[in-house]
């Protein structure tokens, strides 16, 4: 587990039981807390971050594909880059794809992201939100130690088990889990340039990996290391750490890695598919307390780190223009789950459940379709960048040419109840 630097710059935080009225404030310093906070910084408002003492620390270790992340304004932001990125679909073969493979580096992310808010106004509060108040002029946020802070909006980052803002109940969740080891080992099978997004073959770690399938994601690290990742892509319930754990070793085994020692360890959870707030909420959710992990991949760290500018715009212009805090708050959903993007959510959460229903040799037929797709359809349904149209033509291609068992699967999510559901919300959603 990387301990994040602090800000070098010592952070002055608000210790009395009075703040004065902020602009906003923001729950939570994780990727996504930070991310809105500075750029609300950089728009000139006065945003108090609320969260543990001490330094920054994100546990996890972002990957994410290159060219999502060079169009950001971040500086430093790619740790290690593999040019190349490998997927397997066991006995139904595999491909390289041409397209680099990066992981974060979170120290310097962290590190832009705290010195962009210490160059506003950000005060820094240690706490832990309890429960919220509105009224016409703000909110009053009441602390567990029992302070209150007052606030024209409120920013809830605080994850995927959010403070304050209310998740919708549903039945069509499922869960990504993985646990992952940067091993010291001196005989590896992977290239150096290539990154392996997901290797599906499960021969030789069956038989509990065929009704609940989990792929290898792989990374060479030089010197003696690699880091191997065994995760379930999405399940319902969620497959347990000890199961994966077994999965690894016998992977490693399999693969002739051996094992000199564990350098550090991960375990992943990912609520994957729930609901989407209601934009009528009056906290405004944001990360993984917004519902914004792609339903398809699990991935959060890109679309924070894009749709942060947004949501600062619709908060700045809706409080420049003196809009009611119901207003602003309206504003600010709309700006992260616009109409086509819930809707495209609906498409992604109906495709999750058919993922939820592949066993093994299903997942690797899926795959092996999904990737003989043209680059333009496979890279914009992972990074969310089709339109709603669109996603359903990759998922009607994929189907035409996925053999008869996927199509089975995909007929009998349809008739569900999560998928009959999801159905109908989508219609429901294209009538709006
Ligand atoms: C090991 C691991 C690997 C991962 N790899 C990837 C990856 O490669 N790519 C990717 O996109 N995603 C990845 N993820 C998922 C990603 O880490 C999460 O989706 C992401 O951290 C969520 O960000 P967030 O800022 O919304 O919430 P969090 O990172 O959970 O941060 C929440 C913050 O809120 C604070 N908080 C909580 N409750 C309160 C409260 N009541 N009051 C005030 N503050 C509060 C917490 O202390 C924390 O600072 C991974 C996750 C794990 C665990």
């Known amino acids: 587990m990387g301990r994040l630097a602090a800000n070098p710059r010592p952070v002055q935080t608000v210790a009395s039981s009075v ?9 939570g310093k994780g990727p996504a807390g930070l991310a809105i906070a500075a750029a609300l910084c950089e728009r ?41 990125t490998v997927v397997g679909f066991g006995p139904a073969g595999g491909r390289t794809l041409p397209r680099a493979y990066a992981r974060v580096n979170k120290t310097t992310l962290a590190a832009t992201l705290l010195d962009r808010c210490e160059r506003g106004k950000t005060r820094w509060i240690v706490g832990e ?54 091993l010291e080992t001196d005989t590896y099978p992977f290239s150096p340039g290539q990154a392996t997004l997901m290797d599906w073959d499960t021969r030789d770690i069956q038989p509990d990996a065929v009704s609940t399938p989990s792929f290898l994601y792989a990374m060479p690290l030089g010197a003696g290391r690699v880091f191997v990742e065994e995760t379930v892509l999405v399940s319902r319930p969620a497959v347990p750490f000890d199961v994966l754990e077994a999965r690894l070793q016998r992977r490693c085994a399999a693969l002739g890695i051996p094992i000199h020692r564990i350098v550090e ?26 519902g914004m992990v792609h339903p398809a991949t699990g991935y959060l760290l890109p679309r924070v780190l894009e749709a942060a500018p947004a949501l600062a715009d619709a908060v700045y212009q809706g409080l420049e223009a003196g809009d009611s805090p119901r207003g602003v708050a309206r504003a600010g959903w709309n700006a992260i789950w616009p109409a086509d993007r819930r809707r495209r959510h609906a498409l992604f959460r109906f495709g999750m459940e058919t993922m939820l ?11 092996a379709a999904f990737f003989s797709l043209p680059d333009a359809q496979w890279q914009g349904y992972l990074g969310d960048r089709l339109s709603t149209p669109e996603i359903s033509r990759v998922m009607a291609r994929v189907l035409a040419s996925a053999p008869y068992g996927v199509r089975g699967t995909l007929l009998r999510s349809a008739l569900s109840r999560p998928g009959a559901r999801l159905a109908a919300a989508l219609l429901a959603s294209r009538r709006t």
């Open 44 to 84: 000139g408002l006065g945003v108090g971050v609320l969260g543990p003492a001490g330094a920054v620390h994100w546990p996890a270790r972002y990957g994410a594909w290159l060219d999502e992340l060079t169009p950001l304004d971040l500086p430093e932001l790619v740790e290690w880059v593999w040019p190349e």
């Open 129 to 182: 939100a309890a429960g919220v108040i509105h009224d016409r002029n703000g909110s009053t946020v009441r602390l567990r130690d029992g302070r209150d802070v007052s606030t024209r909006v409120v920013i809830d980052a605080s994850g995927h088990r959010p403070a304050l803002v209310r998740l919708p109940a549903t039945d069509t969740q499922g869960f990504q889990t993985a646990v992952g080891w940067t």
């Open 19 to 27: 703040v004065n009225k902020l602009d906003a404030l923001v729950l």
């Open 357 to 367: 229903r592949m066993d093994a040799p299903r997942m690797q037929s899926f795959f």
């Open 265 to 290: 360890r991960e375990q992943v959870w990912i609520p994957m598919g729930g609901g989407i707030p209601s934009s009528r909420e009056r906290v405004i959710g944001f990360g993984g307390a917004a």
